[in-house]
């Protein structure tokens, strides 16, 4: 069975522009969170969607947002870049049948904010 | 509120050494604990989870962990470990119903020969 997968792996954007990064969960897998990692913050929980709803939301501004669609895959967006959005930004997906499911991570993305 | 600490930044040891690495937690509530490794320019990769039950957690690649809950603790331990184990290591809880991982701020394993 294949793994979550991300796309693109790596980018490059200026200030001011917009991104949207992607997110293939696991067959069968209908909850995907995302995650921001940063050297100076580490792991931070951005968002969770589940059956295209978000259910959770982290404690970032309203630039970054996100969608999920019907076949589970996600997106997240963030719209006018700033220099400390550059990150490793993970995906994960998991089965959401109960509390006790596993969160499977992505390779991520790594975008660069020049 | 969660929150998990990690005690060591980075954890010097030779191969075939013995290791322990910390994580401590905070919660009012029960919670499910993780320990994920990550390698360079890689993902997280789940080494092991406590959800109930037995309180020594067998994991991937020999890892085990203890659940101790008067202390609020859930260290990672391996007997011996190789070159191939050097890797940023992060311990997460988990709320019941929630999938928001918050995790530790990582703890860098350097095995030398």
């Known amino acids: 069975k294949a793994g979550v997968t991300q796309t693109p792996r790596y980018l490059i954007k200026t200030r001011g522009q917009q991104v949207t990064l992607s997110c293939s969960p696991i067959?069968?897998?209908?909850?995907v969170s995302w995650y921001q990692q940063t050297p100076g913050q580490g792991l931070q929980f951005l968002f969770e969607?589940?059956?295209?709803?978000?259910?959770n939301k982290g404690n970032f501004p309203g630039r970054f947002s996100g969608r999920q669609f019907s076949n589970s895959r996600s997106e997240m967006n963030v719209s006018t870049l700033e220099l400390g959005d550059s990150a490793l930004y993970l995906c994960?997906?998991?089965?959401?049948?109960?509390?006790?499911?596993?969160?499977?991570f992505g390779p991520g993305t790594r975008l660069t904010v020049l | 509120a969660q929150s998990v600490t990690q005690l060591d930044s980075q954890v010097p040891v030779f191969e075939e050494a013995p290791v322990e690495l910390r994580c401590n937690y905070s919660s009012s509530v029960s919670v499910y604990l993780f320990w994920y490794v990550q390698y360079p320019n890689q993902g997280l990769q789940l080494l092991l989870k406590?959800?109930?039950?037995?309180?020594l957690v067998k994991g991937i690649n020999g890892f085990e962990a203890e659940f101790n809950k008067s202390q609020t603790s859930f260290h990672l331990r391996k007997p011996s470990v190789h070159i191939s184990d050097t890797a940023e290591y992060f311990c997460a809880v988990r709320r019941d119903s929630s999938y928001k991982l918050i995790f530790g701020s990582g703890t860098r394993l350097l095995v030398r020969p």
């Open positions: 406590y959800l109930s039950g037995s309180t």
């Open positions: 067959s069968g897998h209908r909850s």
């Open positions: 969607y589940f059956s295209e709803t978000q259910r």
């Open positions: 994960a997906s998991s089965l959401a049948v109960g509390g006790t499911d596993t969160q499977y």
